[in-house]
């Protein structure tokens, strides 16, 4: 079935730098593209990153040119790079197959989220 095992975060200080990954299997990684998604305590879930099958990358606004996604299908690992930190990103960060519809993505139908790996950000 699939597994999506999340790992890489931490307490850091503003301003730091966290490297988040996560091991997919259960389904063909190669041919799905994947998101990164993000939960602060009393919020809804949110997709802050996203990367093609093919290498295609994107993000939302509020991250932009401080994260970085990327992808080894050989490995069958996602990674999210998290540099020049701040308070507001501290939440648990999930993986996920994404599908990209009507130019926005979308968590993909199959599979249930991993258990998360908590990135915590201190001012």
């Known amino acids: 079935q699939v597994q999506l095992v999340e790992s890489g975060g931490g307490l850091v200080q503003a301003g730091g730098s966290l490297r988040s990954s996560c091991a997919a299997s259960?389904?063909?990684?190669?041919?799905?593209?994947m998101g990164w998604y993000r939960q602060a305590p009393g919020k809804e879930r949110e997709l802050v990153a996203a990367?093609?099958?093919?290498?295609?990358?994107s993000y939302a606004d509020s991250v932009k040119g401080r994260f970085t996604i990327s992808r080894d299908n050989a490995k069958n690992t996602l990674y999210l790079q998290m540099n020049s930190l701040k308070p507001e990103d501290t939440a648990v960060y999930y993986c996920?197959?994404?599908?990209?519809?009507?130019?926005?993505?979308?968590?993909?139908?199959?599979?249930?989220w991993g258990q998360g790996t908590q990135v915590t950000v201190s001012s």
């Open positions: 996920a197959p994404v599908a990209y519809y009507s130019g926005s993505y979308y968590r993909a139908n199959f599979g249930s």
């Open positions: 990367i093609s099958s093919g290498g295609f990358t």
């Open positions: 259960g389904f063909t990684f190669s041919d799905y593209a």
